[in-house]
């Protein structure tokens, strides 16, 4: 439906990162880190890899409650500028100091609630590789743009703009995620073809921007209301490599669930 199904393609091992948002403290960080690491002991790194994306003042806690596991640390944004006077900002050495090895970038509620735009994200993804993080580029359509048949446009342009300036080298460090809006924190999931659609698309893009073997080894995740009961058929999709899991991250338990599945699904 939205462009050429690419197949073919070699794929890595799938990736699963839990986005915190703005929710745990300093105590329920811990304990909710714990139990990621616990339960995926047999499967972080070696099935799929995982990570787990807390709030800026916890990342150091967090940092070293995972430290011994294969578990991976992210951050939910990063600023563009590596020092100097930018009051809030956090910069990606700041981030890498602290032991991040993942920086979501565009998430959508940063384009939508605190209105970043494609120039301002593209900046960031730059930023974060020259910082040694390995960004997750957010994209997604928002319902309105669904429903008016703009989900190829907007996808297509959150991904150009937002890859602007990164060649096929910085690309292999790069993760895609596909986010549809009205899927997050909603409840709605897309179906597992909605969601393979857009991923072919995806592919197909970055076959373009770049080729077609490099658009194989990029790892595309899935976001939106992801559970550990819809994890397999989302998994079981051709182009979707993982997955970014925002609410249901928020319980060990559905989370360790979520990297089961994905682990069984590929
Ligand atoms: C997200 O925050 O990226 C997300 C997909 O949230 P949820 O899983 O709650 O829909």
Redesign the pocket.
Known sequence: MFGEHFRGVTMKKPFVAG?W?MNTDSHSAVSLVEGVVSGCEETAGSKVDVAVCPPFVYLQQVGKALSSSLVALGAQDVYFEQKGAFTGEVSSAMLKDVGCTYA?CG???RRHVIGETDELINKKVHAAILGGLLPIL?VGELLEERKANKTTDVVTRQLKKGLMGIGPEKMLAVTI?Y?PVW?????L?ATPGQAQDVHALIRGLLAEMYDRKLAGEIRIQY?????PDNTGELMGQEDVNGL??????LKADDFVAIVKAAARAT
């Open positions: 986005n948002k979501i998430h959508s509620e957010c995620a986010e899927a997050i924190g909603t409840g999931t976001g939106g209301s992801v559970k970014l899991v925002g609410g249901a991250s």
